[in-house]
């Protein structure tokens, strides 16, 4: 499979952006996603996932994944936005039901997109 992201761009605090990852060569409901983010001479981190059976996870608040799979994308919506949330973000997908959390743990990932935060 093979993952394309977009939907970065500069917004300021407070706002909100969602990212889309768009997947091809095979279905996407078929792979459980992570979305993660990496800040400059920061390592990558977890942010949200879904799993293989989940259409939307919205657990960690400000940041909601959901799964379309009629258009076999995922998107990643991030409101309240801050400047600590700048990053380049992510998305990644594994063969696995079951979400993982370390960077890793996943066999395709995106060509990333940049969000940056203003305060």
């Known amino acids: 499979v093979q993952l394309q992201a977009s939907g970065g761009g500069l917004v300021e605090a407070g706002g909100s952006l969602r990212l889309s990852c768009a997947a091809s060569?095979?279905?996407?409901?078929?792979?459980?996603v992570g979305w993660f983010r990496q800040a400059p001479g920061k390592e990558r981190k977890f942010v949200v996932g879904l799993r293989r059976s989940e259409s939307t996870n919205s657990a960690q608040g400000r940041f909601i994944t959901s799964r379309d799979n009629a258009k076999n994308t995922v998107y990643l919506q991030m409101n309240s936005l801050t400047p600590e949330d700048t990053a380049v973000y992510y998305c990644?997908?594994?063969?696995?039901?079951?979400?993982?959390?370390?960077?890793?743990?996943?066999?395709?990932y995106g060509q990333g997109t940049q969000v940056t935060v203003s305060s």
């Open positions: 060569g095979d279905a996407f409901n078929i792979y459980a």
């Open positions: 990644a997908a594994r063969s696995q039901k079951d979400i993982g959390l370390g960077p890793y743990e996943y066999r395709y």
